[in-house]
């Protein structure tokens, strides 16, 4: 990973990386401005760069193939990465064309050399006329709105089956392409609300113990001394619904539990009040990411479809399960494009396998909160409800809040919560 002094360049570096290798740019983007000397601006440029072109690759994709004289599938990859990158300036930043145009022909004489810049030049500047550059005529369907916001089909379809109107799917699928500020959370009995105002966070409403961040969360020193973290307020708001069921002197087990930020919170409380606490996360490196930050409790690491009789019973179950993830699209922008339908089947099946194992581990009068970060009702309600079905002696719990539904369960909305698009249902084992 060479320093580079480019934030143009920097981004075409980070998006390869996250398009060609599989990579995450959550974790690759710190990587390379870590090492890099840019100027607090150009970071942030790059950082704008990066998170806008993966959200908005789709739209952008849509134009390119308007202008271009070539099918999309036959431009070269890291052409089609500069292309987008160009697009972006033009068409989703305050940047003036002809600087937009100048700069990504630059960009791509230096990383795909001069005949391809010529082709991209011609490209970028065809799509500066407002002709090419519109996709705002088209008629509302599920077609029209994955191109205009940038979300594939499969997605907007869920939405549409789940909200049950056209006006509000478009609110959340804009809201899913606004970038989310961090959040921050002061791990009970480690830090305090207080510290983390005191360090510049700003606080969130309705909570004790959340704040947001306008910069990098590692600036601050409790985050850095992991006595606070960087968790959404969607995940932290499912733990504490979780723990409005709290009784001394339980034992509880986190099933999935890497990287650790609901283990994390889940310790913490169980330290200040009573209880018995275990996480298991089956990957070796995600779980010794959960042992920095769940202060001494037992961390294993298994299949949690298959865990060992030795580990006993305990009588609550966190199952933050493994899912599409489409419920986190502000902050993870290139999951829209990895994720598909195919991807859905297995980890519903991988899901319910995991429910029917926190079934087995669960004492009577227990409860499992089943959690996902996805609002595609084949991960929230279609699954809990498959589960009542195969085990009778579980019951549903409500959530004990205003916004559940009928059932009892809750779904958080990013358009209306302002935060990820959580699920949780419980349910209870009866005695």
Known sequence: MREISSPRLLAFEVITDVETQGLYSNIVLPQWLGRSKLSREDKALATELVYGTLRMR??????????????????????????????????????????????????????????????????????DSDANRSLDAQPHNINSFATEYSHPEWIVSSYLDSLKSEEEVVDLLKANNVPAQPTLIAWPGLSTIDE????????IEGSLVAASYDGNPGDISAVRERRAGVQDRGSQFVVERFLDYFEDNLRWLDMCAGPGGKAAYLSAVINQRSGDFVANEVSEQRAALVKQVVRGHQVTTVDARNLPESLGEFDRILLDA????????????????RRTLADLKNLTQLQSELLDSAATHLRENG?????????????????????????????????????????????????????????????????
């Open 367 to 431: 409860i499992i909160a089943y959690v996902t970060c996805s609002s595609h009702q084949a991960e929230t309600t279609f699954q809990t409800r498959s589960f009542l079905k195969r085990h009778t002696n579980f019951e549903r719990l409500p959530v004990k809040d205003d916004r559940i539904d009928e059932s009892g369960d809750l779904q958080l909305w990013t358009h209306r919560d302002q935060c990820d698009s959580m699920y949780l249902s419980l349910l209870k084992k009866r005695g």
């Open 58 to 127: 789709g739209r952008h994709d849509s134009l390119i193939a308007q202008a271009s004289s070539r099918e999309l599938a036959n431009i070269d990859e890291k052409v089609l990465i500069v292309l987008r990158l160009g697009v972006h300036q033009i068409t989703q930043m305050r940047i003036p064309s002809h600087a937009a145009v100048y700069e990504t022909v630059e960009l791509a004489k230096k990383v795909v050399g001069q005949s391809s810049a010529s082709f991209v030049n011609a490209v970028l500047r065809n799509i």
């Open 322 to 337: 493994p899912c599409t993830g489409i419920g986190a699209l502000r902050r993870r922008p290139e999951v829209r494009w």
């Open 196 to 203: 983390l105002l005191d360090s510049g966070a700003n606080p």
